[in-house]
Nanobody, 125 residues
């Protein structure tokens, strides 16, 4: 079992920045990739970014590349998502999740076994 708890959501103006954190606990989560997904009202949950806890390697969705940065904090067992140059279309509930990394990066919802409860990010125009 892996438990994930997100924090750090809120309201920000377009062009601003926000940082999210995902606190992780449980057995053997170091073998997982920790990903962030987001879901806007009326839309499907979409992949944002994933990091290998073991190697630190990352994979970003094109829509956030160059604006978002994911990092791991082994001292706090957490994964952080720094979001810069935010746009109104980034508005969504953001979820962190744990999934196995195979021969390719997991970018589908079904590839993740454990999920947090989500945190709301709202970007005003």
């Amino acid at each position: 079992q892996v438990q994930l708890v997100e924090s750090g959501g809120g309201l920000v103006q377009a062009g601003g920045s926000l940082s999210l954190s995902c606190a992780i606990s449980g057995r053997a989560f170091s073998s997982y990739g920790i990903g962030w997904f987001r879901q806007a009202p009326g839309k499907e949950r979409e992949f944002v970014v994933v990091v290998s806890w073991r190697t630190g390697n990352t994979y970003y969705a094109d829509s956030v590349k160059g604006r978002f940065t994911i990092s791991t904090d082994s001292a706090r067992n957490s994964v952080n998502l720094q979001m810069n140059s935010l746009k109104p279309e980034d508005t969504a509930v953001y979820y962190c999740a744990a999934g196995r990394i195979g021969s390719s990066w997991p970018a589908q919802v079904a590839q993740y076994d454990y999920w947090g409860q989500g945190t709301q990010v709202t970007v005003s125009s």
